[in-house]
């Protein structure tokens, strides 16, 4: 099984799929195809009818969405392990999935994932919303799960892979939050797919300018303030 991704400094999508195969030890290729290049250009249609990452090949099957690659791993390598077993819960971690897959677009415009950067960036009443929001969901479902585990709904879900790269983006433009939900957060940062997959982003040169939004700040700054 191979998954085609973006740079790992940027490619939040890339990140959903990749994390939820590496959490769940799922025995998976990758190849890296970097963002806006004459080599992303040249290979990626190949691999994906859309022309974007990321995009799973298994045999002669052709998976292209982050969401459809988790959950084709979830019913054919996972025995449907990767989503809470409570039927109650499954569907509100089905809901914010698609929440996630489908909303918060000024918070994906105004603070895109850059994992080298720390940077500060004016934000707009509508990304503060989504903050806002995201703040509120991570918050109620650790109080409601704790005592299952560390992860939104306890144990690891594809709930957690899709909203990593939210982790990530708080991370780098110094978005405060709720103590709950940096909790999650810091969970998330410090879990040992995270860290692996920050150690490859941190080691990558290539600048898309696209992505780099926002004032870059000196070491040991604070952009919340």
């Not at 997959?197 to 290539?206: F, M, P, V």
């Amino acid at each position: 099984m191979e998954l085609i991704i973006g740079n790992k400094n940027y490619s939040s999508w890339s990140l959903r799929a990749w994390f939820m195969l590496a959490s769940f030890n799922v025995d998976f290729e990758e190849t890296v195809l970097p963002l806006f290049t004459d080599e992303f250009r040249n290979k990626i249609t190949a691999l994906s009818p859309t022309g974007k990452v990321p995009a799973l090949q298994d045999g002669d099957l052709q998976v292209w969405d982050s969401l459809a690659i988790c959950e084709y791993v979830n019913d054919h390598y996972l025995n449907g392990n990767a989503w809470p077993h409570n039927s109650k819960s499954r569907a509100i971690a089905r809901a914010i999935c698609c929440e996630m897959h489908a909303g918060f677009t000024a918070l994906r415009n105004e603070i895109p994932m850059n994992c080298r950067a720390t940077r500060y960036v004016e934000l707009s009443e509508q990304a503060q919303q989504d903050i806002a929001r995201i703040d509120d969901l991570w918050a109620a479902l650790r109080q409601e799960h704790k005592a299952d585990g560390p992860w939104l709904f306890g144990a690891l879900s594809i709930a957690d892979a899709m909203y990593a790269p939210v982790v990530s983006r708080f991370k780098t433009y110094g978005i405060p939050l709720s103590a709950e939900s940096q909790a999650y957060a810091d969970h998330v940062l410090n879990s040992e797919t995270m860290q692996t997959w920050y150690d490859a982003a941190l080691q990558e040169t290539l600048i898309v300018k696209e992505d780099e939004a926002g004032t870059e700040l000196p070491n040991n700054t604070d952009p919340a303030t």
